[in-house]
């Protein structure tokens, strides 16, 4: 079992070096290499302290991504917990966004800037922007007002 540790640490490192991965993904992937889990947990907990796996930094990097998408907080938070990141609401918050500001840039750039007049153009664009992951307070503010970005 000690002569898998080498090879699945190998396949850990090459998917980190793709991109983040958080703890629960990593050891999804590694399972289906066959590996066992004793030695997943092993090296898992060697990579999280050597410092080369982070659910933490994994966080920040894909609620970057997710913003830049046009996602919203609660889709974003969603994926999170699926993706085993327990403190998810800490990276949303420090993120810095403007949900309201992306809601409406978001439902601007599929929609348009002009702000719909008819209960059926509404009820549609606020699905969509729910879809996304958007609150009702910021699906609100971005069927108010025109898209304020620059």
């Known amino acids: 079992m000690d002569e898998d540790r080498p090879g699945c640490r190998r396949r850990a490192l090459d998917l980190l070096a793709r991109r ?3 703890r629960l993904e990593l050891e999804r992937k590694l399972r289906t290499r066959e590996h066992h889990e004793a030695v997943i947990a092993a090296v898992l907990d060697q990579l999280e302290a050597d410092s080369l796996l982070s659910d ?4 920040e990097s894909f609620v970057r991504a997710r ?3 046009g996602q919203g907080p609660n889709r974003i938070r969603m994926e999170l917990i699926e993706r085993g990141v327990a403190e998810c609401d800490q ?14 840039a978001t439902r601007g750039r599929r929609f348009g800037a002009e702000i719909p007049a008819d209960w ?21 503010n971005a069927l108010e007002s ?3 970005s620059d």
Request: net charge positive; proline share 0%; aromatic share 10%.
């Open 67 to 69: 913003i830049a998408r």
């Open 91 to 104: 990276a949303l918050s420090e993120a810095g966004c403007d949900w309201s500001r992306l809601a409406r």
């Open 56 to 59: 933490r930094r994994f966080a």
């Open 146 to 148: 025109a898209d304020d």
């Open 20 to 22: 983040e991965h958080s």
């Open 120 to 140: 059926a153009d509404r009820a549609k664009q606020a699905r969509f922007l729910e879809y996304r992951g958007f609150t009702a307070d910021q699906i609100h």
